[in-house]
């Protein structure tokens, strides 16, 4: 792993040691991790709370009770779940519905010939160890949130296969330029094998 997101409460930039669990209407939320495609919104936000988050056993407490706010889903209502900083974040004792599903399960290539692609970076794995810092070499898979491309993938969470042939590639000045700092990075790629291949990648 060269890079990636972690933190706590979905998002919230606070230990990861911490439970990831909101309060909204005095019920607790708990986070449902591995969202792969945007669940749709009413655009109607709703004040919850960010608790204190409890670290080290009860010994300490780091940061305060925070205010925010959460989005409703259209398709489910908010006193079952509701979507914060992407993150779907379930009440304790409820369950999703079987139709949200689909929220968790990443889209396979499906498309013909070879297509334009951009989308957040979120980071990048590969067989090879790192030698310094922003080392990055071939093959790697890139995990993207797609935001421009074919519609059945705006919106997904998908993995893209760059491989030996991939040309240009990724260069350490891109991993300390754009990773690092949340960028974007864009891509020509084709189906094979019903996974994402990388003809190209630039930031």
């Known amino acids: 792993m060269f890079a990636g997101l972690s933190g706590c409460g979905g998002g919230d930039a606070r230990s990861a040691s911490c439970a990831a669990a909101i309060v909204y209407d005095g019920h607790t939320y708990r986070g449902h991790g591995g969202v792969k495609r ?18 080290s056993g009860g010994r300490s407490e780091v940061g305060k009770e ?10 489910v ?8 900083h992407g993150s779907i974040f379930v009440r304790d004792g409820r369950d999703l519905p079987k139709e949200t599903r689909r ?36 093959p790697y898979r890139l995990e993207v949130h797609v935001t421009s491309g074919p ?17 240009p590639a990724l260069t350490p000045a891109d991993v300390k330029g754009s990773l690092l700092r949340g960028g974007q990075v864009s891509a020509s790629v084709r189906c094979v094998g019903r996974h994402f291949q990388a003809l190209d990648l630039h930031t």
């Open 38 to 55: 945007d669940p749709e919104v009413t655009g109607r936000s709703l004040p919850a709370v960010l608790p204190r988050c409890n670290d």
């Open 66 to 75: 925070e205010t925010v706010q959460v989005d409703e889903l259209a398709d």
């Open 77 to 84: 209502a908010s006193s079952t779940a509701v979507l914060w």
């Open 103 to 138: 929220w968790f399960r990443a889209p396979r290539c499906g498309t013909a010939g070879t297509f334009e692609m951009t989308g957040d970076w979120l980071g990048v794995t590969g067989p090879k160890k790192p030698r310094f810092d922003g080392d990055i070499r071939l």
């Open 151 to 167: 519609s059945r993938y705006v919106g997904a969470t998908i993995r893209v296969r760059a491989t030996e042939a991939t040309d």
